[in-house]
Each structure stands twice: as structure tokens, then as C-alpha cells.
């Protein structure tokens, strides 16, 4: 009996990649039986992004590549749907050939929150603003939004959540 298994991570240093890692135990079918993996990447509206170039719904993770992948598609923050298959030449009973997970990737209003604290050494007098300090705690309150509807795999209310943080860093003429 086969059980797919992975990890996911954000990949360090670029926003638009996340990686994933095989973490199959390939005991009772071995990966010759194997004709590759998919990846899919659900939004919360339930469309599908993939990197740039690729004219499917997934992306083909082929077992030549290795037991990582590293995916470039994302342009802002997302809860995605992250679904890998298996696809298997000889299929055995009671085998799980398919994982899925609610991931947030949260690096570009992580890194816009940043900036805006970043502010404070070109600007010190703003922390007698009043208006800043509300809007950048509405921003931490709605990252955390995001990181608990992500735990709990509630992607619709991470994704509106990392949307009104993603809102107030647009505006930040206006909130800071």
C-alpha cells in the first residue's frame, strides 16, 4: 500500500516560490511503478495559477527532477490549495495517491509591513501618529487572521484576510 506524503515550504528569499518535497515511502511501490507527480495550485476562488509558460492546470513535477520541486507563480500573497498526485502505472488497493493542503504565503505583505517599520528610522516623529499605529496594527492583526484561517484550513477567510492587509499597505499614502 502506497501513501503520498510531501512538505511544503516558502522558499527563502523570493515571494513568488514555495518548494515542495517528496516525503513518500516508496517500501511497498517502488518509483519505477510511478509515471510522475502533479501539482495543482487551488485559489480560494477556485482557479488555478502556475508559473509562468505553463499551459496546464499544474505543474509536472516528473520523478527524473528529483524529490524536490520549486515552484515560481505567485505575484501576491495567497491561501492556495496545494494538490500533488501521484500518478502510478501500477495502481495497488487501499493506496493514497493524493495529498492536498491549505498553505499561506504571506512574504509580500510580510515584507510591505516590514517597509512600513522601516519608515520609523527616516521618519521618528510618526510614532506620535496616531493613525500609524492603528493601521499597522490592523495589518499584524490581519496577518495573524490569515496564519489561523490557514491552521485551521479555512482558505477562504485567509485569503480575505491577507487581501485587507494587502488593502492597507496599497493605501500607504493614506494609512501611515
Do not use: C, K
Request: no cysteine.
Amino acid at each position: 500500500m502506497f501513501t503520498g506524503a510531501n512538505t511544503i515550504a516558502s522558499a527563502a528569499g523570493n515571494p513568488n516560490t514555495f518548494t515542495i518535497t517528496d516525503t513518500s515511502d516508496y517500501t511497498d511501490e517502488n518509483q519505477n511503478t510511478f509515471f510522475t507527480r502533479r501539482v495543482t495550485s487551488y485559489t480560494a476562488s477556485g482557479g488555478t495559477i502556475v508559473p509562468e509558460g505553463v499551459t496546464t492546470t499544474y505543474v509536472e513535477w516528473p520523478y527524473s527532477s528529483g524529490d524536490t520541486i520549486t515552484i515560481d507563480e505567485m505575484t501576491r500573497d495567497y491561501a492556495l490549495n496545494i494538490v500533488v498526485d501521484w500518478i502510478s502505472l501500477d495502481p495497488q488497493p487501499s493506496s493514497d495517491y493524493q495529498t492536498q493542503l491549505i498553505y499561506g504565503f504571506e512574504s509580500y505583505n510580510g515584507n510591505s509591513e516590514y517597509g512600513v517599520i522601516q519608515a520609523l528610522t527616516a521618519r521618528p516623529n510618526i510614532i506620535q501618529d496616531w493613525n500609524y499605529w492603528i493601521n499597522l496594527g490592523r495589518v499584524q492583526n490581519e496577518i495573524e487572521n490569515s496564519v489561523q484561517a490557514v491552521y485551521y484550513q479555512q482558505q477562504v477567510s485567509a485569503q480575505w484576510a491577507m487581501n485587507r492587509a494587502a488593502n492597507i499597505l496599497e493605501n500607504q499614502l493614506t494609512n501611515f
